[in-house]
């Protein structure tokens, strides 16, 4: 579905009795597209969904986020739906002033230690927004699972079926699926660890996600997805991606605050059944962060003492 900037326009004016001054696209990806909209004096975002409920769900996870985080999130203004009579589901919220981590490219080539103060400040406001937890596990507004493996076992198990149902029919390469369904033959090992807190997650904490602004200064977080009362390292894989291991914000992370035994092995699994479930959900996937998402795994998948190997599969 195409999202032009006449339909944000007109939603706006709705809004707020006035046509804006500008409509600016920002950029977009799996699920939405977001613009940056001037209305007289003031300035936000308007973010159009693709996909039908996300809208809604977005503005809980940002209005509950907000209140749990130390760092900044953008506060929600209004949302505006298909069934209401919009063009598209859209959400808008606070302008966070600065410029996400992915392209700020001048960052890369900033000093070590400065580098290391900004890894420093995203870790911290990460365990404070985890030290917020729950009795239950699950959907951020109504969590109700006992343990974390009986929310995701189940969710795990259907993303390998139809990666199954996938690879079989010809979709999915082998060197996905493979190394997918050995990370799910060896799932009690990897998950043996107990998860004895459901602590509040963001879901998507990777460097398009964080904010900065100059010289080299950490704002906050924006474009939250399925947050929920997890596993706190179901979050921690997102540091790694894309260019995230520029600014070491996993190996921080560890270093700063303690993990499981297993959380390597862990992370690696979540990484690629997450961009497995993102193919599923939106029906393409980045190469470039797949192939790293599977050479990881096999890299964690060495480490276990007595690996259960499936069976040979035939070449496509």
């Known amino acids: 579905m195409k999202v032009n900037k006449a339909q944000i326009a007109a939603i706006v004016a709705t809004q707020y009795g006035k046509a804006p001054r500008r409509v600016k696209y920002l950029g977009g990806g799996s699920f939405g597209r977001a613009f940056k909209v001037k209305v007289e004096e003031n300035t936000l975002v308007v973010k159009a969904f693709l996909r039908d409920g996300m809208c809604e769900n977005e503005a809980t996870e940002l209005k509950i986020l907000r209140e749990y985080c130390p760092a900044k999130i953008p506060e929600v203004y209004f949302v505006r739906l298909k069934r209401e009579g919009a063009p598209v589901d859209c959400l808008g919220m606070e302008l966070l002033e600065g410029h996400d981590s992915f392209t700020n490219f001048a960052f890369l080539f900033k000093p070590r230690k400065q580098k290391q103060r900004f890894a420093n400040a995203v870790c911290d ?61 060896n799932y009690d090992y990897i998950f043996s660890d107990e998860v004895k807190e459901a602590c509040l997650i963001h879901g998507d904490v990777n460097v398009m996600n964080i904010m900065t602004k100059k010289p080299f200064e950490f704002v906050g977080f924006i474009d939250p997805l399925d947050s929920m009362y997890a596993d706190r390292e179901y979050e921690l894989f997102q540091l790694f991606n894309l260019t995230g291991n520029a600014f070491k914000l996993y190996e921080t992370y560890k270093a700063k605050y303690p993990v499981s035994s297993k959380c390597d092995l862990k992370c690696a699994f979540y990484s690629l059944f997450q961009e497995i479930n993102c193919y599923l959900r939106n029906g393409s996937y980045s190469g470039f962060i797949m192939r790293s998402a599977v050479n990881n795994a096999k890299k964690q998948l060495a480490s276990i003492p007595k690996i259960y190997q499936i069976s040979d599969l035939p070449n496509r």
């Open 125 to 185: 406001a990460l365990v404070r927004l985890h030290s917020h937890t729950s009795p239950k596990f699950g959907n951020i507004s109504n969590p109700q699972y006992d343990s974390w493996q009986d929310f995701y076992f189940p969710y795990a198990q259907k993303i390998m079926q139809s990666a199954e149902e996938l690879y079989t029919q010809g979709h999915l390469k082998k060197y996905i699926y493979t190394t997918a369904k050995t990370l799910w033959t």
